[in-house]
């Protein structure tokens, strides 16, 4: 698809890890390898604009390099954990929206108060 969500689940995840951009960026949706560096020049452009914003600022961190989406899904992990609900982290946005809502609620370590279960590996 080419939509660009893998692009600010890398910045979100590069911000809460430390990670650099080289190491936070995938392929997303299979790019070339020139998309790859050019997806990795933004990410890490967009980490030195951003890079006042606390890691542990995750309302300031979804405010400036996240979206509506992501936003609406760390609504939906933190309303099933705090209902004991089942949360299915599928890929790298939920992933990374898990680390907003973990950040956002500290006492959600590993959401224990909810079920998460983690379906697969991508990025």
Same mark, same amino acid.
């Given at each position: 698809?080419? #939509?660009?969500? !893998?692009?600010?689940?890398?910045?979100?995840?590069? =911000?809460?890890?430390?990670?650099?951009?080289?190491?936070?960026?995938? @392929?997303?949706?299979?790019?070339?390898?020139?998309?790859? =560096?050019?997806?990795?020049?933004?990410?890490?452009?967009?980490?030195?604009?951003?890079?006042? #914003?606390?890691?542990?600022?995750?309302?300031? #961190?979804?405010?400036?390099?996240?979206?509506?989406?992501?936003? &609406? #899904?760390?609504?939906?992990?933190?309303?099933?954990?705090?209902?004991?609900?089942?949360?299915?982290?599928?890929?790298?946005?939920?992933?990374? &929206?898990?680390?907003?809502? =973990? !950040?956002?609620?500290?006492?959600?370590?590993?959401?224990?108060?909810?079920?998460?279960?983690? &379906? @697969?590996?991508?990025?």
């Amino acid at each position: 698809m080419g #939509i660009s969500n !893998t692009t600010a689940s890398a910045l979100m995840t590069a =911000k809460f890890a430390g990670l650099t951009a080289e190491e936070a960026t995938g @392929r997303g949706t299979n790019i070339s390898d020139e998309r790859l =560096k050019l997806k990795q020049r933004i990410v890490h452009d967009v980490l030195v604009k951003y890079k006042d #914003i606390p890691k542990d600022d995750a309302i300031g #961190i979804l405010a400036a390099v996240g979206g509506f989406e992501f936003t &609406c #899904i760390v609504g939906v992990i933190l309303g099933a954990a705090a209902h004991h609900g089942m949360v299915i982290i599928d890929g790298f946005n939920t992933s990374a &929206c898990a680390l907003v809502a =973990k !950040t956002l609620v500290p006492s959600l370590h590993g959401l224990r108060y909810g079920l998460s279960f983690i &379906c @697969r590996k991508s990025g």
